[in-house]
């Protein structure tokens, strides 16, 4: 099967992770506008227990507007979802590859779309080593 994310495991705990997170978008220039708490969420919607999660939606301004303008419709997709969970494995940090969103576009490889994925693919990159 096909990656969809771009993934790091660490050894590290969770809520020092979340935080190192946004930092580590912060410097790539990303801001966070929103966060979902699933835990939390879960377990007051449907009351379950799930180990710690959130979703962070990263926003680069200059890069969605660029994927705006290169293509509407991808803004159904954006912000770009980072996702921090923690598992037996150790804390997961996973973006969604911006690559898949050209993918979802069924845009050509030369279409403007793709440069903007591409510098998103190696800003969360970045952020992800960062870590």
Do not use: Y
């Amino acid at each position: 099967m096909a990656s969809f994310t771009l993934i790091r495991t660490l050894d590290r705990p969770w809520a020092e992770t979340v935080e190192a997170t946004r930092a580590a978008l912060a410097e790539q220039g990303f801001g966070v506008l929103t966060e979902i708490d699933m835990q939390a969420t879960l377990k007051a919607k449907i009351d379950v227990d799930i180990a710690p999660q959130v979703i962070l939606g990263a926003c680069r301004p200059p890069l969605a507007h660029a994927a705006i303008q290169a293509e509407p419709s991808i803004a159904a997709v954006l912000p770009c979802n980072v996702v921090v969970r923690e598992t037996e494995a150790g804390t997961v940090v996973e973006a969604f590859d911006p690559q898949a969103m050209v993918g979802l576009a069924g845009v050509d490889a030369d279409a403007p779309l793709c440069g903007v994925a591409e510098d998103a693919r190696t800003r969360l990159q970045a952020a992800l080593a960062a870590l």
